[in-house]
Structures are given as C-alpha cells and as structure tokens.
C-alpha cells in the first residue's frame, strides 16, 4: 500500500475487514480510514466497545484474527489503530457526521469541524457510542 495515497484496493479492504468484523458479533461503533499529515500515511480508525472493555491489546488479537479471512497482503495491523468509542477523533467526527450501522461511503476532505482540520478521510461508519 503506497501510504500516501488512498487507492480503490484499500477501500475495498477496509469494507472487507468490517464485514468481517461484524459477522464476527464484534461491535464497531466507527471505522473510517484518515490520512495523517505528520506521518504522511493513510490509518484505518476502529472504535470498538471491546477497546474500553477489555483493552487495546484483546481488539487487536480480534482483529488480527478476522484479517486472517481479508486479503492479509492488502491490510496488517501496521495500517489500522483500534481506539475507544470516546476516543476524541471519534467524538469530534461524531458531531458532526453521523452514519447508519451498515456501510457508508462518504469521503470528507479538507473539512474543519471545531477548529480542528481534517486534511483527508473516507468513513464508513460514524455512530455515536450509544447507538
């Protein structure tokens, strides 16, 4: 995956992956990918209960499992972050946008939301953590 770009195989991926996330029964509240400007990379963001409950480390063994059924060459845990439900992206995102619980497709480029800049993001979910 070149970092710099976000290409059609890395959305197809991600989709994949959070198909596969919740076939699975585990619950992910938001998901989108974001490029980070310092690091000059696309992350795939996942907030899921299972951050608060059990910790990062269990939510990355979860989904580690599940990549094991996604194109592994196209996704590894080095290109994802799993984070909690009242992760500070995640609400601030959240107040803005809000999805349903399938898969949306929505790309939000150079966007300010609070004073804070959003250089480039494609979401698929956006829910508040109640939902």
């Not at 696309?42 to 094991?68: C, N, S, T």
Request: aromatic fraction near 6%.
């Amino acid at each position: 995956m070149d970092k710099s770009f976000l290409v059609e195989a890395d959305i197809e991926a991600g989709h994949r992956l959070i198909r596969q996330l919740d076939e699975a029964g585990l619950t992910v509240t938001a998901a989108l990918w974001l490029y980070m400007t310092d690091s000059d990379e696309w992350r795939l963001f996942l907030a899921m209960p299972i951050v608060d409950e059990e910790g990062p480390k269990r939510a990355y063994e979860k989904v580690q499992e599940q990549l094991k059924s996604v194109a592994q060459h196209e996704l590894s845990l080095q290109n994802i972050s799993v984070v909690s439900t009242s992760d500070d992206l995640i609400n601030l995102l959240s107040s803005a946008i809000v999805t349903g619980p399938g898969i949306s497709n929505m790309r939000l480029t150079r966007n300010v939301i609070s004073n804070v800049f959003i250089e480039d993001a494609y979401i698929y979910r956006l829910q508040h953590a109640s939902a």
